[in-house]
């Protein structure tokens, strides 16, 4: 078997692909476990209010006999409070993956590549999350300004955005080092950074989108058949249940930008080296105590 996954080490491009599902393969249960226990309320409250959201939709609609449109701004203008709740409820579960999932390598990592209890995740859990939520709420207004600057700034300014979280979480940073840090660790390394987040992101949609294929199924077939009223129901409710379970594979970029920011710090401040450096020649503790004999 192949030895725990060590994230203070360098890596090269295939290597950061390719420990991101080591590292999930190696700790699948307990982190499956922590995961569900901190983030599956809120997917099931996202299931919910965006069925909701959606047949509402689906009635006005078909009693309007118009095409059913689930663009945002339809459904602001339509469902306002539901469509509202249904946010909510996408930014408490992005904030809940992102948090318990670092939380869960950070103590990884305390704990000498050993994997946490879900106890031991709830006590970082409740102490970043607020932190977390307020943080990405500034993180979106500014990467939206970013791409309206023509888009390009989006860009840019993405790569630095991805590596915020477990900069905040794995070194317990403010906003504003959180920020500052992102952004000077990727001076030289931004190209190569862009191609690994592109390339992971790229895995991730596929798996969403395959979780989605009945819900788009069900689309194509109501756009070439005459029984609209009843699949766009069933359209609205498959919809939501697999665009909230897609959100799992989130799990997936989120461990790979851990394994990129220990990648950035260690090209440029080695602190993993002259960590395994000073461990050299010192035997692991043993234990000190006297056996009776009987």
Known sequence: ????????????????????????????????????????????????????????????????????????????????????????????????????????????????????????????????????????VLLVIFFMLCFILCIVPGIYVYPALTIFAPIMILENGSFTHSFDRSFKLLKEKWWITAAVILVINLIFYAFSTMVQLPAIIIMMVGAFTQGERTITNVYAVISSISQQISYIFMIIPIICSSLIYFNLVERKENLGLFQRMDSLGQSPETDQTIQEEY
């Open 1 to 136: 078997m192949k030895d725990k996954v060590e994230f203070r080490k360098l890596r090269e491009f295939g290597e950061l692909i390719g420990d991101t599902f080591l590292f999930m393969k190696q700790n699948f249960k307990p982190l499956m476990k922590s995961f569900f226990a901190l983030t599956g309320i809120f997917i099931v409250g996202g299931i919910i209010s965006s069925m909701l959201a959606q047949l509402q939709l689906v009635g006005i609609a078909q009693a309007a006999g118009t095409i059913y449109d689930d663009s945002p701004r339809n459904m602001i203008y339509n469902v306002g409070f539901t469509y509202f709740l249904s946010m909510v409820f996408v930014l408490l579960t992005y904030t809940s993956m992102y948090v318990s999932i670092l939380s869960f390598i950070a103590l990884y990592i305390e704990k000498g590549n050993i994997a946490p209890t879900v106890d031991e995740v709830w006590a970082y859990f409740k102490y970043y999350f607020f932190r977390m939520m307020g943080s990405g």
